[in-house]
C-alpha cells in the first residue's frame, strides 16, 4: 500500500498532478485538492501500485515555451510532461513531431529534470485539449486498437524512463464509449501489472483527467475507475467561458450555484455518491486563472450580465493568467467583487470583466469542502504566481489549525514557482493535493 507522510498536525499530506482545463486551453496557474475518507472503505484509498510517499508534482506542456532544462525539479518529487499524440491509423501514442525541438525535449524528458533530483518521478500524459476525442473513442472501441494503444504506450514510458501514465480524453460522451473507457482500463491496468511482473520494474502510475462530475454530459465507468486508476483529476473549473458563453457574464469555476448549473460542489458529491462503496481517489481542482467577457453596457456588471464574447486581446476563449489579473484588478478604477452565490470573484472595470477566484474564494471553497461529505477531510496546500498569495496560505492554515513551520517545504515551492511565473515565457503549472 502506499505509505501516507504526516506533516499536518498528524494528517497524512500528498502533494500532486495538476488537472487539466476544458478542452479550449491548458490551464497556466493553478492549484487541486484531494479529499481522503478517513474512516470508511467507501472513499479515497490506494491500491496497492499508488503512490510511495508524499507527492509534489509540476506539470509541464510541450506549448507552453518553458524549457524543461529551466525546471527545479529539486522542489518535486513528480512531474508530468504534456502532451502525447495518438495516431488516428495505427492508434499508437507517439511524441509530437511539430519540431526536433519539442521531440528532443519528450525524449530527454525524464533524464533532463533528473539532474538536479535523480529521485523525481515522471509520468507521461496522452491526448489533452488539442486531441480529437473521436480517435480516443475509435482506438477504445476496438480490442486491436486497444492493443496497440496499449503497448505503444506502456513501451514509450519504459523506452524512455517515464514511471507513469496519464490518460487525457476529453472526453467519453456516450454509454458506449464509457463501457469502452472501462474495457480500456481494465486491460491497460492488466497490461502494466504483466509488465512490471516480467520486467521486475515497479509497476507504471495509471492516472485520468476526468469532467468535473460523472452525470450528465459525459459518462463514466466509476466503478472500474476506482479499481483501476491511482487516482482522477476533476475538472472543477472551466465550465462557463466566453467560447460556451459569448452572451453573458457566466462564474466560470463556481462552487454553489442555483438550480442544476454545474459547480465544485455539485461534482464531488457527485463522484462520492457514484462511487458507492469503491475507493475512490479524487483531486478537486482550483483555478489560479480566470475568464474575461466584454461587457454590452458597463454599468451592467453583475454575474450574468449581457456579454460580447471575450476581449480581442484574448481570443478566442478569453483565459487570462491571475498575475495579468491581480495587474488588472490593480488599478485604480477597477472594482472586485465576492459573488456570494457561486463563492467566486469577478472584477470589472469600463467594459472588461473577469472571473476569478481570489484569497478569500479559495479560503470559503477549502471550509465548505471540510464539511461537504461525512468522513472527508479536507486539506490545504497552495502553490501559484504571485508571492501574495502567501497570505491566503497563512489564513487557510490558521483555519484549519496548520502551521507554517509545518508547511515550509511547500513554502519554498510556492517561492520557486513565483520566481519562475516571474520569467517571460514560463508556464510550469503546479498542483498541489492532499489524499
Not at 497552495?382 to 497563512?394: D, F, N, P, T, W
Request: aromatic letters at 10%; a neutral charge.
Amino acid at each position: 500500500m502506499g505509505r501516507y507522510l504526516s506533516v499536518c498536525g498528524g494528517k497524512d499530506l500528498y502533494i500532486g498532478t495538476p488537472p487539466i482545463l476544458e478542452a479550449s486551453k491548458p490551464p497556466r496557474n493553478y492549484i487541486s485538492l484531494l479529499a481522503r475518507n478517513q474512516s470508511t472503505a467507501s472513499c479515497l484509498a490506494f491500491p496497492t501500485t499508488s503512490i510511495m510517499t508524499a507527492v509534489k508534482a509540476g506539470y509541464w506542456s510541450s506549448t507552453s515555451g518553458f524549457s524543461v532544462a529551466s525546471i527545479d525539479s529539486s522542489h518535486f518529487t513528480h512531474l508530468f510532461c504534456a502532451f502525447a499524440d495518438l495516431d488516428p491509423l495505427t492508434y499508437q501514442v507517439n511524441f509530437p513531431a511539430t519540431s526536433a525541438t519539442i521531440s528532443r525535449h519528450f525524449l530527454t524528458f525524464t533524464q533532463t529534470v533528473q539532474r538536479r533530483n535523480s529521485n523525481v518521478k515522471t509520468l507521461l500524459s496522452i491526448g489533452g485539449p488539442d486531441s480529437d476525442p473521436s480517435t480516443f473513442a475509435q482506438m477504445a472501441n476496438q480490442r486491436s486498437n486497444r492493443a496497440a494503444f496499449i503497448s505503444s504506450s506502456i513501451q514509450l514510458a519504459r523506452t524512455n524512463n517515464f514511471h507513469g501514465l496519464d490518460l487525457c480524453w476529453l472526453y467519453p460522451s456516450t454509454n458506449q464509449e464509457s463501457n469502452d473507457l472501462g474495457t480500456l482500463l481494465n486491460e491497460w491496468r492488466n497490461a502494466i501489472t504483466d509488465e512490471a511482473d516480467g520486467s521486475g520494474n515497479e509497476p507504471l502510475l495509471l492516472t485520468a483527467q476526468v469532467f468535473y462530475s460523472p452525470l450528465g454530459l459525459y459518462r463514466y465507468p466509476v466503478s472500474v475507475i476506482c479499481l483501476r486508476l491511482d487516482w482522477i483529476n476533476l475538472l472543477a473549473y472551466g465550465y462557463h467561458t466566453p467560447s460556451n458563453s459569448p452572451n453573458q457574464t457566466r462564474a466560470h469555476a463556481a462552487w454553489t450555484t442555483r438550480g442544476q448549473e454545474p459547480s465544485g460542489e455539485s461534482g464531488i458529491n457527485a463522484w462520492i455518491a457514484e462511487a458507492r462503496n469503491n475507493k475512490i481517489k479524487i483531486v478537486l481542482g482550483l483555478p489560479f486563472f480566470g475568464y474575461a467577457w466584454v461587457l454590452v453596457n458597463e454599468n451592467n456588471n453583475q454575474v450574468s450580465a449581457p456579454a460580447s464574447g471575450a476581449p480581442a486581446n484574448l481570443q478566442p476563449d478569453g483565459l487570462i493568467g491571475y498575475n495579468q489579473i491581480a495587474t488588472f484588478a490593480a488599478q485604480r478604477t477597477a472594482t472586485t467583487v465576492f459573488d456570494t452565490v457561486t463563492q467566486t470573484n469577478y472584477v470589472y472595470d469600463k467594459t472588461t470583466w473577469i472571473s476569478f477566484d481570489d484569497r478569500r474564494a479559495i479560503t470559503n471553497k477549502i471550509r465548505k469542502g471540510q464539511g461537504e461529505a461525512a468522513g472527508v477531510d479536507w486539506l490545504l496546500c497552495m502553490a501559484c504566481g504571485l508571492r501574495q498569495q502567501l497570505e491566503s496560505v497563512k489564513t487557510s492554515c490558521s483555519t484549519m489549525g496548520i502551521t507554517l513551520d509545518q508547511l515550509g517545504e511547500w513554502i519554498k515551492l510556492m517561492l520557486y514557482i513565483h520566481n519562475m511565473h516571474g520569467q517571460k515565457g514560463a508556464d510550469l503549472s503546479c498542483s498541489v493535493f492532499c489524499f
